[in-house]
């Protein structure tokens, strides 16, 4: 069964970083496709970025430009890096998990992957 564990969010000032950690353990696929969401209060979760097994990256519109996301095989592990912080980026960030490359190339994992994290909480003062 797939374990996804998220870290690093906390409380920053407008304009700081962030760096977001998911530790993935259970997955037996090669060919994946792992994302971040995030959800503030009274909104609907949206993702906003997505990578491939092979490293292939996509962005939510919102974010591109100012968030990277990239793994670590080897550590098994998932990053956001998140920059230019602006209170609007206050919310709960998860991270998830999908043995399917193709939700990943085709849009698709926008509405959501399979496995999910616990989340961890990101906010932003201004």
């Known amino acids: 069964q797939v374990q996804l564990v998220e870290s690093g969010g906390g409380s920053v000032q407008a304009g700081g970083s962030l760096r977001l950690s998911c530790a993935a353990s259970?997955?037996?696929?090669?060919?994946?496709?792992m994302a971040w969401f995030r959800q503030a209060p009274g909104k609907e979760r949206e993702g906003i970025a997505a990578?491939?097994?092979?490293?292939?990256?996509a962005y939510a519109r919102a974010v591109k430009g100012r968030f990277t996301i990239s793994q670590d095989k080897a550590k098994n592990t998932l990053y956001l890096e998140l920059n230019s912080l602006t209170p609007e980026d206050t919310a709960m960030y998860y991270c998830?998990?999908?043995?399917?490359?193709?939700?990943?190339?085709?849009?698709?994992?926008?509405?959501?992957?399979?496995?999910w994290g616990q989340g961890t909480q990101v906010t932003v003062s201004s």
């Open positions: 998830a998990a999908e043995g399917k490359t193709y939700k990943c190339y085709s849009g698709s994992w926008f509405a959501g992957l399979s496995s």
């Open positions: 259970g997955y037996n696929d090669d060919s994946y496709c």
């Open positions: 990578i491939t097994s092979g490293g292939m990256t």
